[in-house]
């Protein structure tokens, strides 16, 4: 079964540095671009970021490019977000998601991981 | 980036057809045929019904179908069922490499 296991969500600290992980299963992690998006509690889906298979393509949203560093350790068949200066406006659920192969569709989701920034 | 523009909610009755219309710029939509359309239900992560404008993944309904003209792409469903009722995003590829989704339709199946 192909799956998308994210973890590391939790409380943290306004200005914290969590990382958030990703373990895939059920697929050739290494040949597919990933990404993060998030989903802030009651509102919208927003990109954060994608990383290509083999790691020589990195983007990021405006709002979070500087704060967030995304890598892959394909070895692992697994996806990192470090979340660095968190701010309140960060709090959502993270999902983890791979792209179709060859294309901008996110067709595989994860159950996503919450994370509140609060003090 | 801007988000694209969805209208916030739709509504239809059983069997009817909606349109959900997702407008963006020659920046996003305009210039890339990358136009995908996601569904969420409350709890749920969202599923992916529409990839490529009008590329249904398998396993999803024909009753789902999308378009685009310009700076704007539609989502159409057909033969509206109760199980329809969720949020739908679009989202498009940017000239800028990265991802920009809409603001979510709220559907509502009267």
């Known amino acids: 079964e192909v799956q998308l296991v994210e973890s590391g969500g939790g409380l943290v600290e306004p200005g914290g540095s969590p990382r958030l992980s990703c373990r895939a299963s059920?697929?050739?992690?290494?040949?597919?671009?990933m990404n993060w998006v998030r989903q802030a509690p009651g509102k919208g889906l927003e990109w954060v970021s994608s990383i290509s298979s083999s790691t020589d393509h990195i983007y990021y949203g405006d709002s979070v490019k500087g704060r967030f560093t995304i890598s892959r350790d394909n070895a692992k068949s697994s996806l990192y977000l470090q979340m660095d200066n968190l701010r309140v406006e960060d709090t959502a659920v993270y999902y983890c998601v791979r792209d179709e192969y060859g294309g901008y569709g996110f067709e595989i989701w994860g159950q996503g991981t919450l994370v509140t920034v609060s003090s | 980036q801007s988000a694209l523009t969805q209208p916030a909610s739709v509504s239809g009755f059983p069997k009817q057809s909606i349109t959900i219309s997702c407008t963006g710029t020659s920046g996003d939509i305009g210039s890339y045929n990358s136009v995908s359309w996601y569904q969420q239900h409350p709890g749920k992560a969202p599923k992916l019904i529409i990839s490529d404008v009008s590329n249904r993944p398998s396993g999803v309904s024909s009753r789902f179908s999308g378009s685009k003209s310009g700076n704007t792409a539609s989502l159409t469903i057909s033969g509206l069922r109760t199980e329809d009722e969720a949020d739908y995003y679009c989202c498009s590829y940017t000239t800028k490499n990265t991802r920009v989704f809409g603001g979510g339709t709220k559907l509502t199946v009267l």
């Open positions: 059920g697929f050739t992690f290494s040949i597919y671009s």
